[in-house]
């Protein structure tokens, strides 16, 4: 199945603004000493049900991760690592690509493999921090 141009533009339009969010974020905390996260409320399924959410770990995985604590951050959650050097090489060589007027054609394209690698990669933390949860009665986080 070919690429669908109109999905690389999309996710590339995508990836610019959650580029510009990341700046937001980054001049409002480091200029304007606002943190997001010291007004974001407790995790609703956390709260509800004593069990981690699908998504549990994710916000400390991109702090680790933007130290430059990889390992830290798989740990955390494997989505965000998986996610932010997938979506990295996608910005890096659309834009290379796009630059070019396609003259270098090295742009990576979406593939379905990649929403479902996600899929997997979000299915597995859950049930193995849960599991851990669980069977130990420790919290792995």
Partial sequence: MRPEPIHDTSFYI???SCIALMLIYAGMRYLLH???IDYMP?????????????????????FA???????????YHPFV?????????????????RLSAGKIQIG???RMIYVWISLILIAVNFLWKNGVLLLTGAAPM
């Fill in 81 to 97: 690592p998986f996610i932010f050097l997938t979506g990295g090489w996608f910005m890096i060589s659309q834009t290379i690509q």
């Fill in 108 to 110: 990576m394209h979406f």
């Fill in 34 to 36: 606002i943190d997001l």
């Fill in 42 to 62: 407790p995790c609703f399924f956390y709260t509800a049900t004593g069990f981690y959410c699908p998504g549990c770990g994710g916000t400390r995985a991109v």
């Fill in 14 to 16: 995508i990836g610019w």
């Fill in 65 to 75: 991760f933007m130290r430059g604590d990889i390992l830290k951050a798989l740990f």
